[in-house]
């Protein structure tokens, strides 16, 4: 870590740290405008965290919206088609209800999309960025897939009708057995296949194992290949030596949107998933572009359950000064500490629940006194 780094907040440096990780991949940073018309989010709401939004209406009579999202933005700006991949991370403040509080609030999002024709080294890829961006933030943490495709193509086996299957999504993605047990009686759900289905979201566990779970409850070809996609990915993660790698198939997005792999990223001592993501070529295909897609955000907010990411100091150094005889020992002072890396906060009176290491206090053009750790 450089001198200038030094003086960064932790979610700065975290900040810093993935921006260069992104680059060093090729990844281009995107900047977006704070609004955004409302009306590319209302055709998308299923897509967001949240369906309340900040509304306004502009100079020239158009609803317009505080932006919730990075990624509707960056792929509406993106070509209808390219014969190349588009690569770009951002770093964007985005605007929506707190869980915590229920208001609305300012959120920093960082996070990468891949955009064009999307092979198995671009998934693997934008997996392993993850997984080092995870890494970089804590060595406890975890990397959790699932597949879109493979319960779809179960799914599909029970010919369902597309109300039931957005209810049978979402009690697969709240571990709901009771109400997928109630909507088998309900629907006459094939027996066996209601059987599989209870396997395979009740899976859990390493790569090596989940595969060979999935094996016997695979019911046709299309199942059968994105079992081998996941068996090459798994492969190629395992040689990039990432390790802390889990499959859980309750771990599922929006099924308008997403069609492929999904994951989420989880660091012990946070009590949701820091990061999420997952193959959306569906979102492209609304949105009129001939391409695919994957990327992941990371929601840096939560890292604020993390104890270690509270400073214990505000400020290495509190140097305190009486007159502006003072001024240029003051200056030299600041200048000396800096160049040694410490941080200094110069008042004439020590504020109110400041934390400093050590104080300084200045007089007459002198240090007159050296305060110990506080």
């Known amino acids: 870590m450089n001198q200038k780094e030094s003086f960064l907040k932790e979610e700065e440096k975290t900040i810093l740290n993935l921006r260069r990780l992104y680059k060093n991949y090729g990844y281009a940073p995107f900047k977006m405008a704070k609004f955004e018309e409302y009306d590319l989010y209302a055709r998308n709401k299923d897509f967001l965290l949240s369906d309340q939004i900040i509304t306004f209406t502009d100079t020239n009579g158009r609803l317009m919206a505080l932006k919730p999202d990075v990624t509707l933005s960056i792929i509406k700006n993106a070509k209808k088609k390219s014969d190349s991949i588009q690569k770009l991370?951002?770093?964007?403040?985005?605007?929506?209800?707190?869980?915590?509080?229920?208001?609305?609030?300012?959120?920093?999002?960082?996070?990468?999309?891949?955009?064009?024709?999307?092979?198995?080294?671009?998934m693997c890829e934008v997996l392993l960025l993850a997984y080092k961006s995870l890494e970089l933030i804590s060595s406890r943490s975890i990397l959790t897939l699932s597949h879109m495709g493979i319960v779809s193509s179960l799914l599909e086996e029970l010919h369902l009708n597309g109300e039931q299957e957005k209810i049978i999504f979402q009690f697969i993605n709240e571990k709901n057995a009771h109400g997928i047990e109630k909507m088998c009686e309900q629907t006459g759900m094939n027996q066996e296949i209601y059987k599989k289905l209870m396997a395979l979201i009740s899976t859990y566990g390493s790569i090596d194992s989940v595969l060979k779970k999935l094996q016997h409850i695979s019911t046709n070809e299309k199942m059968d290949c994105f079992i081998e996609e996941l068996k090459?990915?798994?492969?190629?993660?395992?040689?990039?030596?990432?390790?802390?790698?889990?499959?859980?198939?309750?771990?599922?997005?929006?099924?308008?949107?997403?069609?492929?792999?999904?994951?989420?990223?989880?660091?012990?001592?946070?009590?949701?998933?820091?990061?999420?993501?997952?193959?959306?070529?569906?979102?492209?295909?609304?949105?009129?572009?001939?391409?695919?897609?994957?990327?992941?955000?990371?929601?840096?907010?939560?890292?604020?359950?993390?104890?270690?990411?509270?400073?214990?100091?505000?400020?290495?150094?509190?140097?305190?000064?009486?007159?502006?005889?003072?001024?240029?020992?003051?200056?030299?002072?600041?200048?000396?500490l800096n160049k040694n890396g410490r941080s200094a906060q110069v008042q004439k009176q020590i504020p109110e629940k400041l934390r400093y290491r050590k104080l300084i206090q200045i007089k007459d053009g002198r240090i007159t006194s050296f305060g110990s750790d506080h």
């Open 232 to 336: 090459s990915i798994g492969e190629i993660l395992k040689l990039n030596g990432c390790e802390h790698v889990q499959m859980d198939f309750s771990v599922i997005n929006g099924m308008n949107y997403y069609n492929g792999i999904v994951f989420q990223g989880f660091i012990d001592g946070i009590p949701a998933a820091v990061l999420s993501g997952g193959r959306y070529d569906k979102l492209l295909q609304r949105m009129d572009k001939q391409a695919g897609a994957i990327g992941f955000a990371l929601y840096l907010n939560r890292l604020e359950y993390l104890p270690d990411t509270q400073r214990a100091y505000d400020v290495d150094v509190l140097v305190l000064y009486s007159s502006d005889k003072d001024i240029q020992a003051v200056t030299e002072t600041v200048e000396e």
């Open 89 to 122: 991370y951002y770093s964007e403040n985005v605007y929506r209800v707190s869980k915590d509080t229920h208001t609305y609030k300012e959120f920093m999002q960082t996070g990468l999309e891949c955009i064009g024709d999307i092979d198995l080294y671009h």
